[in-house]
């Protein structure tokens, strides 16, 4: 069982439109990152949100951390074929030194 | 700036043959080091980590081990690979406190034939 859990699994949609993938949990996080990852590459850190209710933005990429630190969201305005990849949050409970992964969700925009 | 290597980024082994996959990283001191295996685009499983010179941590037990015989240096391991051995593997760095974002190398993709 994942501790962390991505919604959806897959997301197509056409250049232009507007996507949400979402991560939830039922335990509480210090911190919370997003990652995006392109085959055969590393994944790459976008941002690290560490306060209940903050919200984010990085161009046209929305970042929310639920108010109790459970959950997750990440919004793309204008999505453009260079958004797609595999997006993944990861989660740090408090005092450990290790992240817990969703499952992911792969994003495909299509030109 | 901080940078993370992996080598090889590709290799093809048989079964029952030693692995031995290698993790640097340049531009920090005391990193806590990480290695993760991924399936074919879905999350990342976290195999070892470590947070100082020859101290492992294992999180699942298994065909793998993992050295840590300098600072900057994470090494991991296998005496005889399994077909199951076969995918993505990832080392990552974070500074040296507790819950702060990680930082990935480029990956080794491991095929056991």
């Known amino acids: 069982t994942q501790l962390l859990e991505q919604s959806p699994q897959f997301l197509s949609i056409q250049e232009g439109e507007n996507l949400t993938v979402y991560c939830n949990s039922s335990s509480v996080f210090s911190s919370l990152q997003w990652y995006r990852q392109e085959p055969g590459e590393g994944p790459v850190l976008l941002v690290t949100v560490v306060t209940g209710g903050e919200v984010k933005k990085l161009k046209r990429l929305t970042f929310q951390f639920g108010d109790a630190r459970k959950d997750s969201s990440l919004h793309i305005t204008a999505a453009q074929p260079g958004d797609t990849g595999l997006y993944l949050c990861?989660?740090?409970?408090?005092?450990?030194?290790?992240?817990?992964f969703g499952a992911g969700t792969t994003v495909t925009v299509r030109a | 700036s901080q940078t993370i290597h992996q080598w090889p980024a590709t290799l093809v082994q048989p079964v029952g043959s030693p692995l031995s996959l290698e993790c640097t990283v340049e531009?920090?001191?005391?990193?806590?080091l990480y290695w993760y295996r991924q399936a074919a685009g879905r999350g990342l499983q976290l195999l070892f980590y470590s947070v100082g010179i020859g101290q492992i941590s294992s999180e699942v037990p298994q065909n793998l081990s993992a050295s840590r015989p300098q600072d900057r240096q994470f090494i991991l391991s296998s005496k005889k690979l399994l077909l199951s051995d076969s995918g993505f593997y990832l080392c990552a760095w974070s500074p040296g406190r507790l819950g702060n974002e990680q930082f990935f190398g480029p990956g080794t993709r491991l095929t056991v034939l």
């Open positions: 531009g920090t001191s005391n990193p806590n």
């Open positions: 990861a989660g740090v409970e408090s005092n450990d030194y290790k992240l817990s």
